[in-house]
Nanobody, 112 residues
Framework: VQLQASGGGLAQPGGSLRLSCAVS????????MGWYRQAPGKQREAVAS???????TYAGAVKGRFTISRDIPGNMVYLQMDNLKPEDTAVYYC???????WGQGTLVTVSS
């Protein structure tokens, strides 16, 4: 299984970014998929997930600002991040709830 996250970059506070995750070797329709992040010096934490039925859940810190979605035919998972804050700065990863080997992640930096 390979999980390739992309779309990170530099954003200003209040800005937006859209992350993409290309999944290969398994099908997202059979997995609860999620986005995770790891800030410098901190442990990896869950940000958002989407169930097999398509129900999203969010960590409190991002609720109302981030939106997880998926494209089942394309085997892609997305994270729309709006109203970004400096504390959202981290490397973002996608993975299943029962995790596969972690990919490289994509760096999001929020700074003015």
């Amino acid at each position: 299984v390979q999980l390739q996250a992309s779309g990170g970059g530099l954003a200003q506070p209040g800005g937006s970014l859209r992350l993409s995750c290309a999944v290969s070797g398994t099908t997202i329709r059979e997995n609860i998929m999620g986005w995770y992040r790891q800030a410098p010096g901190k442990q990896r934490e869950a940000v958002a997930s989407i169930t097999i039925a398509g129900t999203p859940t969010y960590a409190g810190a991002v609720k109302g600002r981030f939106t997880i979605s998926r494209d089942i035919p394309g085997n892609m998972v997305y994270l729309q991040m709006d109203n970004l804050k400096p504390e959202d700065t981290a490397v973002y990863y996608c993975n299943a709830l029962v995790p596969y080997p972690w990919g490289q992640g994509t760096l999001v930096t929020v700074s003015s």
